[in-house]
């Protein structure tokens, strides 16, 4: 099979469907960050995978000389200010039965049983921070209105959900992470200061409240969706 990963990052998931393609098969992930591509060209060779590929790319100007066999992505179509339209333009790329598959986030799933104030405000200020950056933060459940709005047949969903018991250490890790990632545009969309995220302490404060609450922490839900091109060539 050939594979076209749109917005492919680090390679993740360039990198895992390379694995089931194999070596008779081929993977190229495009991305527009020089800097992704960079690391996920060398996390290819490092684990010797010569046939996947990493190119910088804008969607706008992508015009590839094959078709391929599947379209995938992973929390890129969010990103997109029409995702129906842009996943129409790519179904272009896709042979006739060939597959197109989506993983997006629904932001609004996390939260924590019983309610720990702490991790709740903390994820409320990542949702915000999307919400005036123009992206939705509940695409997933939405998937199969981009797909049907791309002229796609009605898409096969699914949905993974982490629950994960106090102290929640991943969980707190990894939404610190997020947030620290993104507390520039926070403070620049004047969502919360530096100061009153206090970055440093944000993980252990966390878990310390869930363990208190003796709490479930319920992180964004991972939504997937997938079907079969109808248009396209037959090769």
């Known amino acids: 099979?050939?594979?076209?990963?749109?917005?492919?990052?680090?390679?993740?998931?360039?990198?895992?469907?390379?694995?089931?393609?194999?070596?008779?098969?081929?993977?190229?992930?495009?991305?527009?960050?020089?800097?992704?591509?960079a690391t996920a060209t060398?996390?290819?060779?490092?684990?010797?995978?010569?046939?996947?590929?990493?190119?910088?790319?804008?969607?706008?100007?992508?015009a590839p000389a094959q078709q391929y066999d599947a379209i995938i992505g992973r929390f890129v179509l969010m990103y997109l200010a029409d995702p129906a339209a842009e996943l129409r333009k790519l179904t272009r790329f896709v042979r006739r039965g060939g597959v197109v598959a989506f993983f997006e986030m629904d932001m609004i799933a996390c939260r924590t049983v019983p309610p720990v104030p702490i991790v709740d405000e903390a994820m409320e200020r990542l949702r915000e921070t999307f919400r005036?950056?123009?992206?939705?933060?509940?695409?997933?459940?939405?998937l199969w209105r981009v797909f049907r709005g791309a002229?796609?047949?009605?898409?096969?969903?699914m949905v993974h959900w982490r629950a994960e018991p106090a102290p929640a250490a991943a969980g707190a890790r990894l939404l610190t992470e997020t947030t620290r990632s993104l507390l520039p545009m926070m403070e620049r969309f004047g969502v919360a200061t530096a100061?009153?995220?206090?970055?440093?302490?944000?993980?252990?404060?966390?878990?310390?409240?869930?363990?208190?609450?003796?709490?479930?922490?319920?992180?964004?839900a991972v939504v997937g969706a997938w079907a079969r091109c109808s248009l396209g060539r037959d090769d």
């Open 42 to 62: 060398q996390r290819a060779a490092a684990i010797g995978l010569p046939h996947v590929q990493f190119e910088v790319t804008h969607l706008e100007s992508f």
């Open 151 to 157: 002229g796609l047949p009605d898409a096969s969903m």
């Open 1 to 37: 099979m050939r594979v076209l990963d749109i917005g492919s990052g680090a390679g993740d998931v360039s990198l895992l469907a390379a694995t089931l393609v194999g070596p008779t098969g081929s993977v190229l992930g495009i991305d527009r960050s020089a800097d992704a591509v």
């Open 195 to 220: 100061a009153e995220v206090d970055i440093e302490t944000l993980s252990s404060r966390m878990q310390a409240a869930v363990t208190a609450q003796d709490a479930t922490m319920l992180p964004p």
């Open 132 to 142: 005036r950056g123009a992206a939705p933060v509940d695409l997933g459940p939405q």
